[in-house]
């Protein structure tokens, strides 16, 4: 069986990993917005998330479709943040963005064309023939709209933390519950998404097509 590596180069060797890249800009965003403000501390964690996202590029991770964009707005992101030195801008713009690609994705639900429909194959590599098959529309419909819906209800959670505490509160609370939120909410949608398509013919479980997968790329590499 093929070992899986959450993070790391396609040598083997470790660059860190998933938990360290979430916690680096969370602290360097507390060091430098207690020694030396907010605009620096907003600069210094979006160079380490520009880093974060170039190195998950070259290592083939499925973010590198949309560095392009997800670079465009951590960027455009950071100098706004800087340029107003106001957390209530920078933090909002984070935010504003969760709450519209939350309804965006309930959207593209609602009007029977789920983004995940189109999409969800960068993450899992299903063949043709699975994703024209009803159980996968079903499947990524739903999908798409309860992480929507999730989008929309941590929006609110997050709108309420930030008026409710100080700043290094709320970074910190985030960072504490995020964490195991995202590693919950992703084993529940493999989980999903492996028992919904069982009952389309080929289809092997979502463990060996990962297995397949992570083979495929140690023999590019």
Same mark, same amino acid.
């Given at each position: 069986?093929?070992?899986? =590596?959450? $993070?790391?180069?396609?040598?083997?060797?470790?660059?860190?990993?998933?938990? +360290?890249? !979430?916690?680096?800009?969370? @602290?360097?965003? #507390?060091?430098?917005?207690?020694?030396?403000?907010?605009?620096?501390?907003?600069?210094?964690?979006?160079?380490?998330?520009?880093?974060?996202?170039?190195?998950?590029?070259?290592?083939?991770?499925?973010?590198?479709?949309?560095?392009?964009?997800?670079?465009?707005?951590?960027?455009?992101?950071?100098?706004?943040?800087?340029?107003?030195?106001?957390?209530?801008?920078?933090?909002?713009?984070?935010?504003?963005?969760?709450?519209?690609?939350?309804?965006?994705?309930?959207?593209? !639900?609602? @009007?029977?064309?789920?983004?995940?429909?189109?999409? &969800?194959?960068?993450?899992?590599?299903?063949?043709?023939?699975?994703?024209?098959?009803?159980?996968? =529309?079903?499947?990524? =419909?739903? #999908?798409?709209? /309860?992480?929507?819906?999730?989008?929309?209800?941590?929006?609110?959670?997050?709108?309420? +933390?930030?008026?409710?505490?100080?700043?290094?509160?709320?970074?910190?609370?985030?960072?504490? /519950?995020?964490?195991?939120?995202? @590693?919950?909410?992703? +084993?529940?949608?493999?989980?999903?998404?492996?028992?919904?398509?069982?009952?389309?013919?080929?289809? $092997?479980?979502? &463990?060996?097509?990962?297995?397949?997968?992570?083979?495929?790329?140690?023999?590019?590499?």
């Amino acid at each position: 069986m093929a070992e899986y =590596k959450l $993070s790391g180069g396609s040598d083997g060797r470790s660059t860190g990993g998933p938990f +360290l890249d !979430s916690l680096m800009p969370v @602290v360097l965003f #507390l060091i430098m917005n207690r020694f030396a403000g907010l605009g620096w501390a907003v600069a210094g964690a979006t160079l380490w998330s520009v880093k974060v996202a170039v190195s998950r590029r070259r290592r083939g991770e499925v973010i590198g479709k949309f560095l392009p964009m997800l670079l465009a707005y951590l960027v455009a992101r950071g100098i706004v943040g800087v340029l107003t030195d106001s957390e209530a801008v920078y933090f909002g713009i984070g935010i504003g963005a969760k709450t519209i690609v939350g309804a965006l994705l309930i959207g593209t !639900s609602l @009007v029977g064309r789920p983004i995940l429909s189109r999409a &969800l194959h960068l993450l899992i590599p299903v063949g043709r023939e699975i994703r024209f098959h009803a159980a996968y =529309k079903r499947m990524t =419909k739903i #999908l798409t709209f /309860a992480f929507g819906a999730w989008l929309l209800v941590t929006s609110a959670f997050d709108f309420w +933390l930030f008026n409710q505490t100080s700043t290094d509160g709320y970074v910190i609370i985030r960072a504490i /519950a995020s964490w195991p939120a995202g @590693v919950v909410l992703t +084993l529940l949608g493999f989980w999903y998404i492996d028992r919904s398509l069982r009952v389309v013919p080929g289809f $092997s479980g979502i &463990l060996d097509l990962l297995e397949k997968q992570q083979t495929g790329r140690g023999h590019n590499n």
